[in-house]
Structure formats: structure tokens, C-alpha cells
């Protein structure tokens, strides 16, 4: 439920502003927010293309120059059924490593050879979205390449 208009001798008055955690509950099915002028506005949040995407790898752990070796699976999964299409980016910091194209939601690659020094890395995965569905991300898998 939403605050009411006040009434004062100045004519209404709009609610105060709804608190953090009420404007995060109500972004899920709509409701109200204030504009940069103050203005409440209404809005209906439509999650029909919203996609979920994850990153799998086939080892936390890979040895240099053997990269190949290690394979990287995606999925794109959309909240209300269907195959989303396009493509999904995998980096490491701006780094691109591959770039998926899907069949049927999901796809794979095989990481470049030599392209990551010895070291830790945070691996991201990152959907465009296409016509019907909205982008995604993964937020990190860690990989560690070793010597």
C-alpha cells in the first residue's frame, strides 16, 4: 500500500517518498517513483523478456598453454519459457576470451591458447539479449591458470 495524498490549506500535498526497501519491493510489480523535479510517477515493471545466465567451467584450474583444454558452457534461461538467441560474451576484466553464439539457450567454447598469463582470474559471462529477451550477466567464475 502506498501512502495517501495529504490535504492542506495549500491544496495536496504528495506522500514523502518511499524508503529504499519499498521502492525495491514495489519494482518487482510496479508502482510509483519520484523524478528528478519531484514529480510521482507511476510505472508497471515488465519482467515477460527478463533472462537468467550462467557460466559453468569444465576446471577451476588450468596449465598454461593448455588452455584449450579448459571449456566454458553457458546457458541463457528466460524467466517466461521459449530459446532466447544470440550471443553471449565471455571475458576476463575487458578481456574477450569467446564469444558463444546459442542453440537453443546454451552454447560453448574452448578458451584461446597462451591468451591469459599464469595467474587468477575472474571469468564473466555476458548476454546481449536479442528481439524478444533482455540481457543478462553472470557474475564471475574464478579460474586459475598455473605454470
Known amino acids: ?14 506522500p514523502p ?17 519520484q523524478d528528478s523535479p519531484g514529480n510521482l510517477q507511476a510505472f508497471r515493471a515488465d519482467e515477460s523478456t527478463a533472462t537468467t545466465t550462467t557460466l559453468k567451467l ?13 571449456k566454458l558452457s553457458v546457458k541463457v534461461k528466460p524467466r517466461t519459457g521459449g530459446t532466447p538467441t544470440g550471443k553471449v560474451t565471455v571475458a576476463a576484466g575487458s578481456s574477450t576470451l569467446c564469444t558463444i553464439k546459442l542453440a537453443n539457450g546454451k552454447g560453448s567454447c574452448a578458451l584461446p591458447a597462451k591468451r591469459l ?17 533482455a540481457g543478462s550477466a553472470y557474475p564471475a567464475v574464478s579460474l586459475t591458470v598455473v605454470k
Open 1 to 14: 500500500m502506498f501512502p495517501a495524498w495529504a490535504r492542506s490549506a495549500s491544496g495536496l500535498s504528495p
Open 17 to 33: 517518498p518511499p524508503s529504499p526497501a519499498c521502492r525495491l519491493a514495489t519494482a518487482a510489480a510496479g508502482g510509483f517513483y
Open 58 to 70: 569444465s576446471a577451476a584450474r588450468v596449465k598454461f598453454g593448455h588452455e584449450q583444454s579448459e
Open 117 to 133: 598469463k599464469p595467474g587468477k582470474y575472474r571469468l564473466t559471462g555476458v548476454y546481449g539479449g536479442d528481439r524478444k529477451y
